[in-house]
Structures are given as C-alpha cells and as structure tokens.
C-alpha cells in the first residue's frame, strides 16, 4: 500500500499543546435520530478505539497551504499581513451525552484559555441531541462558562430538519436573543445567522413555506444593509448549502429552490463565507470567490473526533487552525491558509489529485473516523472529484433521496 507521506507536500507535526485529553471513555453509538450523513451505520463501537496506526495528516498543496501547527497558541505566521481580530467556529455539540457534554466541556476550557481571546464564538446547530429541557439546561451551563460572546443558530437536532411555528417559537423562548435570521458585526465583519432548516430538502413546504419566506426576506435585507455599511458579510447557518456526498451518492439537503437563490445571493452581494457544521466532517469548498466552510463537530457521535476552529482575519482574508482536543488526534491538527483561495485554485488542487490523494483526503475529513474506512472501497473517484469541486452543480440520487423522504424539486 502507498505510504500516505507520499502524497503530501507539508506534513503536519503534531500540535504541542496539553492538558486536552478527555479522561473518560466515550459510550459512543450511532445514533440516526438526526439522520445526519452517517444515518446509514448500523453497527458502531462502543467506545472509539485509539487508531492504530494513527491516521497521516492531510493531503496538502502549496496552493491551499496546509501548515505544520506548532502549538495551540503560536503565533499567526509573519506574513506581512496584520491579524485584525479572531473568532472560533465550533459545531455539533449534540448536548446529551456524558461523553459529549466533556467534550464540550474541554473545547470551552481550550477557548477560554487562548490568549488574546477571540472576538466571538458561533456555534452552527445540534447544540443538543433532542433538545430536552435537561439538555438544554446543560448545554447552556457549559455555554455560559464562556469568556467571549457567542452566537448560536439551531441546527435538525434542535428545531428538527422541518421547523414548525411551535419548534420555532420554542426554540426562540429558550434563546431569545438568537431568532433568527439576525446580525452581529465585529471589526469588518457581519455575520448573519439563519435557520437553515426552514430551506431544507425535507420541510413541508405547508407547514413553515411562510416562515421560510419571512426569513429570507429579512435575510436578505440585512445583507444588503452590511454591505452598504461595507462589511464582509458572512453568513452562518447549520446545513450547508450544497447536496451531501455520502457513500458514492448524493443526498439533497437543501431545496433547490432555496439553493440556487442562496447561492445567487453569494456572487449577487460578494459573500464571503458560509460557515456551517451537520455533516460531520471536515470539509471546504469555493465557489466563484465565496468559502463555504464546514466545521468538523464537538460531539464525538459518529465517531468522529472533537475538534474547534480558529479564525485569523486579515484585511486579505482568512486563515485557521483546526485544533483536535484528543492527545492520540493531535496528528490531525493543522493550520489552513485561505488567503488568494477561490475557486479556480481549489479546482486545480482536486484536478491535481489522483485517486490515492481522493480517497486520502476523504478519509482525511472523516474528522478521524478509524472505521472510515469501511466506506472507500465504494467511493466512484469521478463522482467524488466532481463533488469536491462544485457540489453545488450536482444531482443528487433518486434512491438516496426517495429513502430520506426528500421535497425537493429536479433541475431541469
Ligand atoms: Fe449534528
Ligand atoms: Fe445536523
């Protein structure tokens, strides 16, 4: 088998920091209330296993700069460029779970002791698993220990993948300040919160069509607003906006209605970022100039590992650092440079990858998955190439979608 150090350019080292360890052996099972991307798994450990042998980093290209990390708090590279604030991006908390409400626990400990502290921190939905008063009350206990501000938006777990008026008037009871969509602005940004459930694939359009419009039409005014104001507009919601790529298909997540408006609205106003998380995964994607960003989860459901994200934001761009908080998932931590990354320079990474560094890149976003594995030896290289060049563009599959009870309409 081809070492995988053949295929990168930049190892990672494996990040200094300590005292990140969750001590407590995790009762992980799959779980598909959510059906989030891994709904299918049937069969899961019970605990994570330690990977053996410990997964390599990423595939790397000197384009999208991947970067050794050398420690939690090292300073940003001296690239000329001034740091004009920071922010964590943290998802998928999935509140419910002993193992879950420690890992949340660690990633709050980790962020209140970054220095300088960030500006803010969101987190994209799933912030419990079922959204139950005792949830709830821990989920907001472990969130209110937090020294920065944060910003939350609900995610399928919380308001469910068809918010209905009372699910949203129960979800604006217990977070009142967060009824979305609505702004905040730090430095040059604005960030814009959503609901992104009330665009997605599986709404009945009966039962929140309006609501869906209502926020929409204030969505849109205030990114109008921000960018009069001259602000880099971000927005922030749970689902991402492209179909998911899951075992060699693709499954609709938003309405293509929806979609295609959403994304006009990207190049329409000069967009320059979603940030989002339910998937699970760690993954990247460029459209025209606009990043679509999601964040690997907290929760370690699904098996995954939990991990946080640092924003550095220049006057350029953005840069990251994706922290694993596990000692034995450290290797995994690294740092991503998107400054001058659109979409020309992401397609001519994938178009650079063989099939090797696909199936390696993949694995890599399993957020390490140690039985991600299971899935590769079905991946269709093409269609993944595809998918990790403009998802956006894509079909998803009548099966996958008639089995999710999908409302979605075909492209012509
Ligand atoms: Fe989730
Ligand atoms: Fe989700």
Redesign the pocket.
Known sequence: MRDFSDVIREPLVIIGASALVLTSALGLFFESF?A?ETAEATVAPEAIPLPDPAPEPPTSSDALQFKPLANLTSPWPDDGRETLLTFVHLS?T?VGREGDHKAFEVAVEVINGMAPQPEFVIITG?LTDSFTPSQIRIFKDINGRLRAPVHLVP?N?DVMFDPTADRIQWWEREFPEFRTPYRVDYGPLALIGVDSQLWNARRSPQSSGQIAREQWGEMEKMIIEARKDGQRVMIFNHIPVMPTFYRSRISKSWETGWMEKYLALFEKHGIEAELS??V?RDELYTRGKALFLNAP?I?E?YTRQASLRLFRVTAQGLMYRQFYLREHGRHLSYQMDLHGVDQEVHGRWIEGMDKLDLAELWKFRHAGDPDSSRWFPHIDHDQLRAYLKSPFDLQPTARMNSRLKMNYTERP
Do not use: A, E, I
Request: net charge negative.
């Open positions: 959510g989030d998928d999935h799933d995610g777990h998380g339910h699970h989860p929760s459901k």
